[in-house]
Structure formats: C-alpha cells, structure tokens
C-alpha cells in the first residue's frame, strides 16, 4: 500500500511529492498529459513552443528567492530580460519586477522535482472512499489503488468536489473565486519585433510574448502568446469552443491594432480558455492537513493567484505532515 497518493502535478504537486518523497513511497497522478499542470508548455516541435498557462516568475519571498536562486543556478529556470513594452502608464511599476522563465519552457520546475517521482499521467481521479482506515481511490480508466494518505493540489472548486465531505473545517466554506482567461497561440511570419512582451490596457486583451525573446530556440518564424483579460475570460470561457476561429481572430486584430505589428502570414494558432486560470482572494490558512484521516489539501488559491503561493503551500502543508 502507497503511504501517500498526490493528485496534480503543477508546482504544488510536485513540490509536496518531491519533499515527501525522500521518506515516504509514494504515487503521483494527473489528469494531463505531462508535468506542469497550469505551467505548461506547448511544444510545436523539437524545442519549439509557446508557454502556454503561467508566463514569468516574479519571486517576493524570502524562501522562494532562495529556492528560484538554487534552480538558476542549476539551470533549470534563467532570467528572462528584454525590452517589455508597457503600452498604457497604470502598469510601468511592473517593470521592476524581475522576469523568470523556465530554460525549456515553463514546465521545467515541475519536470526538475518529480525526476525521481513515479508519475501516471491521462489519471483523473473520479472517487474517493474511506476504507479501514486509507484511502480508496477510483480513476477515470476504472483503475483503483490503495493509500494511507491523500494530498490533493487541484484548483480551488475542483479540489472541493473531490474532498469536502471529508473536510471537517469550514474551509470550502471561504468564497474563493477563480479568475477565468483566454489565451491564443500564434505561428507568424518573422516581423521584425524588437520587444520581449507586450502589457496593454485594453478591456479584452492584457498581455502578449514574443517567445523568440526567451532564446530557447532558433526559428524562421515568430512565435506569441496571446492572453486575454479576466474581465474578457469572464465573459467567453464558457463558450468559446463553438467560435474558436471568431475569438481567436478577434484577440490577433486585437493584437496587431495595439502593436502596429504586421502580420503577413499566419502558420499556426491555438485557442485555450483556462476556467481556473488564478484565484483572486487569499485564505487565512496555507494549507489543510488532517493528520486523523491523513487528507492533505495545498495549492495556489490558499496564498493567492500566483505559482509562489503554490510552492509557498506545498512547503506549509509538508511542515504539517512532518
Ligand atoms: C494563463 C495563465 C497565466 C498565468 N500567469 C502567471 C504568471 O505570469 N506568474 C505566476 O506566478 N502565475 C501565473 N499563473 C498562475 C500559475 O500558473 C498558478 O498559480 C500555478 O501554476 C498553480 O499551481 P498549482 O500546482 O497550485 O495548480 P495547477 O497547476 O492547476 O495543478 C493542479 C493539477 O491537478 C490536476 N488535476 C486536477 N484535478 C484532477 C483530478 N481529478 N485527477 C487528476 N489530476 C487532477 C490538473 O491537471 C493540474 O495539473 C498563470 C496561470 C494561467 C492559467
């Protein structure tokens, strides 16, 4: 029997699994097709792709300056410079903000803690038991496996789906509200850009990379990523799918009217809508841990909308199991 089973691989999964792992035997699952959960990474082939959820780190505190320090050094994530073009003054402050990226792509902190952790991925989990005292877990491809503890590291309403008839506290209590976006991917011909990204103060569109300016590839074509506003992902997350090529159409005229960039020929898109992009109210509490049942909750939405409120809990909830 498993001593622990985490559910999600983003960076509070496997950052839970990789400080557990050292003491515990322990299983990792996700629903996705790899490592990263809301970091991810789209290839288009070879090296090539497009960070396609989280876009840069900006480390505040003390123990994940340390941390991001420790993975620049070993090269997994490096300084993302450039020119960053603020297109309206409300957001200049954010210049100061240094810029951390992942050396391959955005996944790679994920990738780099679970090396030596047994990962299954294509796994949702569908239903949770007690049964004599561990956990009884049901996947998605009719697949069971037996844990004496559970930590789950999904977003906020997923999490509470799963878990809360076991949940004693009034933590699904908190109203905790998931901010929805809506990205385009974008394979054009080369435009002669000079800039690292883009922060506009358009109502629809927020924010543009140019991934060329990460230098992790070489290529005859420019690649972007287009992020719309929350207000914008409020309102078409839902129903984006049935006019992909309407949306994706409006965010790139949007895009070229806000940067006077000429397009002449598009290769490639790709249209997203993440529901639970990030969380916008922090909670009092890091993380959940009930020693009792062995239920482990921690992610993001417990510290607030970015990936070091992720890691930030993931180190609250292991300080609590140890
Ligand atoms: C478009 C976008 C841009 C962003 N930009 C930034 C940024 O610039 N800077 C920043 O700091 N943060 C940014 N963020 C937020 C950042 O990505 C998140 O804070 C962070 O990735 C959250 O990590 P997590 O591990 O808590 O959750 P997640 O990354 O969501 O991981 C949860 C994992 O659980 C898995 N899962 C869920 N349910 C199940 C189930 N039933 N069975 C199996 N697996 C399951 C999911 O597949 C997922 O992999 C951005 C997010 C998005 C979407």
């Not at 450039?82 to 996944?107: A, E, P, S, T």
């Amino acid at each position: 029997m498993l001593d622990f089973c985490i559910i999600g691989s983003g960076i509070s999964g496997s950052t839970i699994a990789n400080c557990l792992n050292k003491k515990y035997k322990l299983l990792l699952y996700d629903k996705a097709k790899g490592a990263g959960g809301r970091s991810s990474f789209k290839r288009y082939k070879g090296n090539i792709g497009f960070d396609h959820g989280l876009q840069y780190l900006s480390p505040r505190s003390k123990e994940f300056k340390s941390f991001t320090n420790s993975l620049i050094k070993k090269r997994v994530i490096k300084h993302w410079k450039g020119n960053h073009k603020f297109l309206n003054k409300r957001v200049r402050r954010d210049k100061k903000h240094i810029k951390l990226i992942g050396f391959k792509g955005n996944n790679d902190i994920s990738k780099y803690l679970l090396k030596d952790i047994d990962c299954k991925f294509q796994s949702e989990l569908i239903g949770i038991k007690r049964h004599k005292d561990c956990w009884h877990l049901k996947f998605k491809d009719n697949s069971f496996i037996f844990s004496k503890n559970l930590i789950v590291t999904a977003p906020f309403p997923q999490s509470k789906k799963l878990t809360s008839r076991f949940v004693k506290t009034k933590l699904f209590n908190n109203k905790v509200t998931m901010n929805a976006s809506i990205t385009v991917l974008l394979m054009t011909n080369k435009t002669g850009n000079k800039f690292s990204s883009f922060f506009t103060n358009d109502a629809d569109l927020g924010w543009v990379s140019y991934e060329n300016s990460k230098k992790r590839f070489k290529f005859d074509k420019d690649l972007w990523v287009l992020q719309s506003t929350f207000e914008y992902g409020k309102k078409h997350t839902d129903n984006y799918r049935n006019k992909k090529k309407y949306f994706t159409n409006y965010l790139i005229n949007k895009f070229t009217k806000l940067t006077k960039i000429k397009i002449k020929k598009i290769y490639f898109t790709h249209i997203h809508g993440w529901k639970y992009s990030s969380n916008s109210k922090p909670l009092n509490i890091q993380s959940y841990w009930d020693k009792k049942i062995g239920l482990g909750l921690c992610g993001d939405w417990f510290g607030g909308p970015r990936l070091e409120n992720g890691w930030l809990s993931a180190k609250d909830l292991f300080k609590k199991i140890n």
